[in-house]
Each structure stands twice: as structure tokens, then as C-alpha cells.
């Protein structure tokens, strides 16, 4: 009777523990990116003028536009388009993750045999060091916006309802894009010559998840479309979120599709990771 | 007339190598597909909610797209592979091996490596052009046509001048790997007329980044919008650059100790 009882505790302790070390981990990881990217601001800003040019490019062509049109595009001002690709800025910072084209690399250079002998699924560290990362990059990102905003003006008048609802949203994205970057990752190992599917995985998302255009703008069907697939919960809703003026319901409604998502994500992930890694034979380490 | 015959030596060797993947040829293809199709969605977007943007129509704006996916072919083919072998090298500091040969230096790392296969994307570009100008209704002239070419090959030196002058840097910064993102990213304002930026991004994608010199120009010459006045002075721009780009190599080169290979 009394070995029943001490068992529970235990298992729960153990469960607890795991949970713990778990937490230790990507805490750890997460500091260990943001002192390792500091480091690298040069690169860092590089890398984000770079970003930073697609959506600029956008704003200008239809804020142009917008003013040849008595100031609107399909009920776009251009002040409102300004705040649609200015907070673009800080969902794509966010959503940047451990590419699919990256596994290849990570295959050929024979990093990953290393990287198996470690105790946990190697998603876990992706997840956390990209995390991480993220601190760094939005805090070089802040004088970037500041000076988008006083060179175009942007419309933007959160409630506390939308920012709460927009700092889960970014999240969201990371976690969704992450998955679905992992599950066309696995596709390195069947082939070196996976380029050609994850440039046409990222055409389909440029025009689907309102990173190119905002979605108003796309023709209904593509709009409707876009509701059934991952895109748009990656880039277009945590947009809206902010800047669009969206009703709690459907605030709320939009994160649970990104949970559902997440989900999705995960499970394709496990099914592919599974199946990838029994074809895997080491190159070098 | 030493560094042509080595340059043309490089490239042959750079091109057998590349004839062996020949399977990359059709991938090519599929990624410029991808990439013009992508393009073409956009303009598509852009006239469903105008008729002229900046005063540009819409095959005229065709025709600007397929002159900057032509030129940014030659860059992926003969400039960006070897800033990007350039930027390794020093990183690695295996770049000893080429300052060490006898020829000169800035000849050497701008031949080393082709990627062949990438010029499918002039082809895709050069139809894009085709097919923008016959709806132009306007018949292009040989005189047209000869400055066209001839501005293009300005706009090219302009790019090379460029990316070796931000390559230099890898002297002094070493991790630079980004650069190509932010080359990438910049190149993207040349797919629309420069007139629709706002002055500070004009002079910016002009003389900074002279993304617009090397596209604008050379579509202005191949719809008859182009005064002579802007040949010349992209002319005497890219006689300037290409001596300022000389002089900062050999000053970068005299700052580099190598990493020892």
C-alpha cells in the first residue's frame, strides 16, 4: 500500500524535472545566441537593410499608386499601407527560422551526425537559439522602424487588446514557419537537389500570406484560399492584427488557427523526421 | 593583354567545370520560371489597380523587368560567384593562394569562379524584354538597340565596381556573408521605373548602389526614353567607380596580413 502511494510523487517529480531541465535549456540557449550575435551586428544589420528593401519597394509602388488614385487603393490610404509594411518588418524578423535550404547544408558539411549524438530532438535546438536570436534582432530592428515611420508617415493606432494579441501572433508565426521549414527541410535527405521545391514553397507563400500585397488586395478567391492554408497565418494575420482593425472574436479565432497550425506543423514534422533519419548515413562530423 | 588571356583561361576552365551538372541546367530553368512568374503576378497586381504607374504602361514596365532579371543573370553567372569565393577566401584565409601568383590580384579574384548555369536567367529576361517591346507598338531602332547593349555593359561594370568595393571590406570586417541578402535585397528596387522613389532612395539606388544606372539606363535606351545626356554621364560614373574600385583594392590589400592558410 505504501509503495502505490510513494510512486505517484516520484513519477511526478520526474515529470516536473524534465519540464525544468527542459526550461533550463532554452533559457541557456536562448543567452548563449544573444551574446553570440551581438557580436555580429554588422553582419546582422547587413542582412536586414537587405530584408528591409522588399517591403520598402512595395510601399513606395503602391503608396505611388494610392496618390495617383484621389489617396486610396481598394480603401488603402497610403498612411495605412505605410503601417502595413512597417510592422512587415518586425513579423519577417520574427518569422525568419532555420531554413529548409539550411539542412542542406547541414547534411553535407556533416554537421548533423554531431549534432544526433545529443540527448534531445534537434528541433528543440533550432527552436531555442532562433529564439534568442530574435531578442537581438528586434532590438537592432527599433532604430530601423523609427526611421521608416518619420520618412513615411504610418496609421497606427493599436488598442491593448491587438498588441497583446500581436506579441502571442509573432510568436505563433516563428513556431508555425518553423515546423513547416522543418518538415521541407527533411526533403535534403532524398535529394541535393531540393532548391527547386523550396523556391516554389516560397513563391506560393510570397503571394499567399500577404507578405508581397496585402491580402485586400488579392482577387476573393485567392483570399479565400488563403484562409485554408499556413501563409497567411505567418505574415498577413499578425499584421492585421495590429494594424487592421480585426473584432476580438476574430483576434481570438486567429490564434487558435495558428495553434492548430502549430499543431499541423509538428505532427508532419515528427512523421518526416522519423522517416528522414532512418535514410540518413553519416558524412563526417 | 596578360590578364584578358588569364581571365579567358579561368573562364574556360570554370565553364568544363560547371558542363559537368548538367541536371542544374533544368533546375535553372524551373527557378527562373519561378522567378518570372512571380514577377509577371506582380505587375499583374500592380495594373489591375492603374493604367500607368509613374507615368510607365504596362509592357513598358515588362520590358524594365526583363532588362533587370537580364542583368541580374550576368551577376549571378560572372560577379557574385566570385565576391562570394572572395569573401570565403578571407574569411578562411585561404585567399594567400591567389595573391601569391604572379598576375595581378584584382584580375585573379574577379575570374575564379562561373556559374554557368545561372545565364538561363538571361534568356528568360532577354524574352521578357521581347515580349514587353513587341506590345509597345513602337518599333525599335538598330541605333536602339546598339546603345541598349552598350548601356548594359556600363550597368555591369557599375555592379562589379560595386560588389568589390563592399567585398574590400571583408578585409577589415572579415564576416560578411550577409552582403549578398542586402545585394539581393537592394537589386529588387531595379524591377520599377526610379521615378517612383522618394529622393533620398533615388540618390541612394543611383550613386550608392548604382542599381539604378545599371538597369534604368540601359531600359530607357531600349524604349527611346533615353537623352544622351545620361549616357555620357553614366559614362564618365563608371570610369570614376572602376578607378576608385582599382585604388581601393590595392589600399584594402595593403591593410590585409592574411590568416595564414
Same mark, same amino acid.
Given at each position: 500500500?505504501?509503495?502505490?502511494?510513494?510512486?505517484?510523487?516520484?513519477?511526478?517529480?520526474?515529470?516536473?524535472?524534465?519540464?525544468?531541465?527542459?526550461?533550463?535549456?532554452?533559457?541557456?540557449?536562448?543567452?548563449?545566441?544573444?551574446?553570440?550575435?551581438?557580436?555580429?551586428?554588422?553582419?546582422?544589420?547587413?542582412?536586414?537593410?537587405?530584408?528591409?528593401?522588399?517591403?520598402?519597394?512595395?510601399?513606395?509602388?503602391?503608396?505611388?499608386?494610392?496618390?495617383?488614385?484621389?489617396?486610396?487603393?481598394?480603401?488603402?490610404?497610403?498612411?495605412?499601407?505605410?503601417?502595413?509594411?512597417?510592422?512587415?518588418?518586425?513579423?519577417?524578423?520574427?518569422?525568419?527560422?532555420?531554413?529548409?535550404?539550411?539542412?542542406?547544408?547541414?547534411?553535407?558539411?556533416?554537421?548533423?551526425?554531431?549534432?544526433?549524438?545529443?540527448?534531445?530532438?534537434?528541433?528543440?535546438?533550432?527552436?531555442?537559439?532562433?529564439?534568442?536570436?530574435?531578442?537581438?534582432?528586434?532590438?537592432?530592428?527599433?532604430?530601423?522602424?523609427?526611421?521608416?515611420?518619420?520618412?513615411?508617415?504610418?496609421?497606427?493606432?493599436?488598442?491593448?487588446?491587438?498588441? &497583446?494579441? +500581436?506579441? @502571442? $501572433?509573432?510568436?505563433? /508565426?516563428?513556431?508555425?514557419? %518553423?515546423?513547416?521549414? =522543418?518538415?521541407?527541410?527533411?526533403?535534403?535527405?532524398?535529394?541535393?537537389?531540393?532548391?527547386?521545391?523550396?523556391?516554389?514553397?516560397?513563391?506560393?507563400?510570397?503571394?499567399?500570406?500577404?507578405?508581397?500585397?496585402?491580402?485586400?488586395?488579392?482577387?476573393?478567391?485567392?483570399?479565400?484560399?488563403?484562409?485554408?492554408?499556413?501563409?497567411?497565418?505567418?505574415?498577413?494575420?499578425?499584421?492585421?492584427?495590429?494594424?487592421?482593425?480585426?473584432?476580438?472574436?476574430?483576434?481570438?479565432?486567429?490564434?487558435?488557427?495558428?495553434?492548430?497550425?502549430?499543431?499541423?506543423?509538428? &505532427?508532419? +514534422?515528427? @512523421? $518526416?523526421?522519423?522517416? /528522414?533519419?532512418?535514410?540518413? %548515413?553519416?558524412?563526417? =562530423? | 593583354?596578360?590578364?584578358?588571356?588569364?581571365?579567358?583561361?579561368?573562364?574556360?576552365?570554370?565553364?568544363?567545370?560547371?558542363?559537368?551538372?548538367?541536371?542544374?541546367?533544368?533546375?535553372?530553368?524551373?527557378?527562373?520560371?519561378?522567378?518570372?512568374?512571380?514577377?509577371?503576378?506582380?505587375?499583374?497586381?500592380?495594373?489591375?489597380?492603374?493604367?500607368?504607374?509613374?507615368?510607365?504602361?504596362?509592357?513598358?514596365?515588362?520590358?524594365?523587368?526583363?532588362?533587370?532579371?537580364?542583368?541580374?543573370?550576368?551577376?549571378?553567372?560572372?560577379?557574385?560567384?566570385?565576391?562570394?569565393?572572395?569573401?570565403?577566401?578571407?574569411?578562411?584565409?585561404?585567399?594567400?593562394?591567389?595573391?601569391?601568383?604572379?598576375?595581378?590580384?584584382?584580375?585573379?579574384?574577379?575570374?575564379?569562379?562561373?556559374?554557368?548555369?545561372?545565364?538561363?536567367?538571361?534568356?528568360?529576361?532577354?524574352?521578357?524584354?521581347?515580349?514587353?517591346?513587341?506590345?509597345?507598338?513602337?518599333?525599335?531602332?538598330?541605333?536602339?538597340?546598339?546603345?541598349?547593349?552598350?548601356?548594359?555593359?556600363?550597368?555591369?561594370?557599375?555592379?562589379?565596381?560595386?560588389?568589390?568595393?563592399?567585398?574590400?571590406?571583408?578585409?577589415?570586417?572579415?564576416?560578411?556573408?550577409?552582403?549578398?541578402?542586402?545585394?539581393?535585397?537592394?537589386?529588387?528596387?531595379?524591377?520599377?521605373?526610379?521615378?517612383?522613389?522618394?529622393?533620398?532612395?533615388?540618390?541612394?539606388?543611383?550613386?550608392?548602389?548604382?542599381?539604378?544606372?545599371?538597369?534604368?539606363?540601359?531600359?530607357?535606351?531600349?524604349?527611346?526614353?533615353?537623352?544622351?545626356?545620361?549616357?555620357?554621364?553614366?559614362?564618365?560614373?563608371?570610369?570614376?567607380?572602376?578607378?576608385?574600385?582599382?585604388?581601393?583594392?590595392?589600399?584594402?590589400?595593403?591593410?590585409?596580413?592574411?590568416?595564414?592558410?
Amino acid at each position: 500500500m505504501s509503495t502505490e502511494a510513494a510512486e505517484l510523487p516520484v513519477a511526478q517529480l520526474r515529470e516536473e524535472g524534465r519540464w525544468r531541465s527542459l526550461l533550463d535549456f532554452y533559457v541557456t540557449t536562448m543567452r548563449t545566441a544573444v551574446a553570440e550575435q551581438l557580436q555580429y551586428r554588422v553582419t546582422n544589420y547587413f542582412y536586414m537593410l537587405g530584408m528591409i528593401a522588399e517591403p520598402v519597394i512595395q510601399l513606395v509602388v503602391w503608396t505611388t499608386i494610392a496618390n495617383e488614385h484621389g489617396g486610396s487603393v481598394n480603401g488603402i490610404t497610403a498612411s495605412e499601407f505605410a503601417a502595413y509594411y512597417i510592422v512587415w518588418t518586425l513579423v519577417r524578423n520574427m518569422n525568419i527560422v532555420f531554413g529548409a535550404p539550411f539542412w542542406e547544408w547541414r547534411i553535407r558539411e556533416g554537421q548533423l551526425s554531431g549534432q544526433l549524438l545529443r540527448p534531445m530532438n534537434i528541433l528543440h535546438y533550432d527552436l531555442a537559439y532562433f529564439a534568442g536570436w530574435k531578442f537581438v534582432v528586434v532590438g537592432l530592428w527599433v532604430p530601423i522602424a523609427i526611421g521608416l515611420s518619420l520618412v513615411f508617415h504610418p496609421d497606427l493606432h493599436p488598442t491593448a487588446l491587438e498588441i &497583446v494579441v +500581436f506579441i @502571442f $501572433a509573432i510568436w505563433g /508565426a516563428y513556431l508555425i514557419r %518553423s515546423m513547416f521549414q =522543418g518538415v521541407l527541410g527533411m526533403l535534403n535527405f532524398w535529394t541535393t537537389r531540393g532548391a527547386a521545391v523550396f523556391d516554389l514553397y516560397m513563391a506560393t507563400e510570397m503571394l499567399l500570406s500577404g507578405r508581397l500585397v496585402p491580402l485586400q488586395l488579392m482577387p476573393g478567391w485567392v483570399q479565400t484560399l488563403a484562409n485554408f492554408l499556413p501563409f497567411k497565418w505567418t505574415f498577413g494575420f499578425p499584421i492585421e492584427a495590429l494594424v487592421g482593425h480585426m473584432s476580438p472574436t476574430s483576434l481570438m479565432l486567429g490564434l487558435g488557427v495558428q495553434v492548430l497550425w502549430i499543431g499541423i506543423g509538428y &505532427v508532419l +514534422f515528427k @512523421f $518526416a523526421w522519423t522517416a /528522414a533519419i532512418k535514410r540518413f %548515413s553519416a558524412v563526417g =562530423g | 593583354m596578360n590578364a584578358v588571356r588569364v581571365g579567358l583561361l579561368y573562364f574556360k576552365v570554370g565553364v568544363l567545370n560547371e558542363l559537368q551538372y548538367r541536371v542544374n541546367f533544368f533546375l535553372q530553368l524551373f527557378q527562373s520560371l519561378i522567378q518570372a512568374g512571380t514577377g509577371l503576378i506582380m505587375l499583374a497586381l500592380v495594373y489591375s489597380h492603374t493604367t500607368a504607374l509613374n507615368g510607365w504602361t504596362e509592357p513598358e514596365l515588362l520590358s524594365l523587368l526583363g532588362v533587370q532579371i537580364m542583368l541580374g543573370g550576368l551577376i549571378h553567372t560572372f560577379i557574385q560567384p566570385n565576391m562570394e569565393k572572395l569573401m570565403q577566401d578571407v574569411q578562411q584565409g585561404t585567399l594567400d593562394y591567389a595573391l601569391t601568383k604572379p598576375a595581378d590580384s584584382q584580375v585573379l579574384v574577379s575570374v575564379r569562379q562561373f556559374q554557368i548555369w545561372q545565364s538561363v536567367e538571361v534568356f528568360t529576361g532577354l524574352t521578357l524584354l521581347i515580349v514587353g517591346l513587341t506590345r509597345i507598338e513602337s518599333s525599335v531602332g538598330v541605333v536602339d538597340a546598339l546603345t541598349f547593349a552598350f548601356a548594359l555593359g556600363i550597368g555591369i561594370i557599375l555592379v562589379y565596381c560595386f560588389w568589390l568595393i563592399v567585398t574590400t571590406s571583408a578585409f577589415w570586417i572579415v564576416r560578411m556573408e550577409n552582403v549578398l541578402e542586402l545585394f539581393e535585397g537592394i537589386y529588387q528596387t531595379g524591377r520599377w521605373p526610379i521615378g517612383v522613389y522618394p529622393v533620398w532612395l533615388r540618390f541612394s539606388v543611383t550613386f550608392l548602389i548604382p542599381v539604378g544606372f545599371a538597369v534604368t539606363v540601359p531600359a530607357q535606351a531600349i524604349t527611346s526614353r533615353l537623352h544622351w545626356g545620361t549616357l555620357v554621364v553614366s559614362v564618365v560614373f563608371a570610369v570614376v567607380l572602376f578607378g576608385l574600385t582599382r585604388w581601393f583594392w590595392r589600399f584594402g590589400l595593403r591593410h590585409y596580413s592574411g590568416a595564414s592558410a
